[in-house]
């Protein structure tokens, strides 16, 4: 067994028999009083990992709701995609052109004459999808609103009943030789 330095100090009369006692008793006094006071000191530790692991808590909820939001916005999304994908109507590339704007761009679309009158009376609308620009049932656009606006470009409200109700000026026939 290997010999304490205490043992070795007093084999080699470095120091006296009377100091190492006392060393030795207060080596006992401190490890009593460090065994009393140990609740004090437990109890300040279990505040402070409770406090932190309140702290990490805290944290964690956070992250999880900011990547819950992020993955209900991608199931919007894919929603929205999947309405678009599965409502598509045709679009004619040798019809009339149709101005709308995206973010203050004009941009155009070739669409036929029944297509034509049909957005305007806001049967059909057109959406962003990825690049390129679709034309959807109004219907359809009326549930991409609701999940997330920003993909409808053009939704128009009127219908020609609506105007034919209300023009005060529907009794009067319009000549056709009229000159302007």
Known sequence: MAISL????LNSGLIKKDKANKAKKEKYKQSK???NSKTEQTEEATLLAQKSLAEKQAKDRELNLQQKNQAEKKAVVAQIKQLIQLNIQAKDEDGVAYNFSDNNVVKKIYVNQATLKNITNGKLAIVKYGASYELVPAQVAEKIK???GSFILVLNDKTEDD???D???ADFQIPDDLMW
């Open 167 to 169: 023009d005060p000026y």
């Open 33 to 35: 009083q460090q065994r």
């Open 146 to 148: 609701q999940r997330d």
């Open 6 to 9: 205490q043992d070795q100090l």
């Open 163 to 165: 105007l034919a109700t």
